[in-house]
């Protein structure tokens, strides 16, 4: 399994970055994926996710209305358009696959990860 993300980068409060997550090694549309993000000193929390299929997501509170995870099951990939960016977004955001089709399951893989920071 690998989970290459991108996307990441400087970016002013109120702006916008979209994350991508490129999967192989698996058979993508078997399984939910979804976004963390770790800020310095904070544990990782989850930001959203998105089943196998695309028909269930779930978001944090402190993001939902501004940032929309989807994917992309021909191309391997999932997504996360952030907009309205705030101070408090910034950290390294994370992809990860779960263990089956549902959000419901446990993660099992991570990427990388890709810095976020939004400053002035």
């Known amino acids: 399994v690998q989970l290459v993300e991108s996307g990441g980068g400087l970016v002013q409060p109120g702006g916008s970055l979209r994350l991508s997550c490129a999967a192989s090694?698996?058979?993508?549309?078997?399984?939910?994926m979804s976004w963390y993000r770790q800020a310095p000193g904070k544990e990782r929390e989850l930001v959203a996710a998105i089943s196998s299929l695309g028909r269930s997501t779930n978001y944090a509170d402190s993001v939902k209305g501004r940032f929309t995870i989807s994917r992309n099951n021909a191309k391997t990939t999932v997504y996360l358009q952030m907009n309205s960016l705030k101070l408090e977004d910034t950290a390294v955001y994370f992809c990860?696959?779960?263990?089956?089709?549902?959000?419901?399951?446990?993660?099992?893989?991570w990427g990388q990860g890709t810095q976020v920071t939004v400053s002035s």
């Open positions: 090694g698996f058979t993508f549309s078997s399984y939910a």
């Open positions: 990860a696959k779960r263990g089956g089709a549902s959000v419901a399951k446990g993660v099992d893989y």
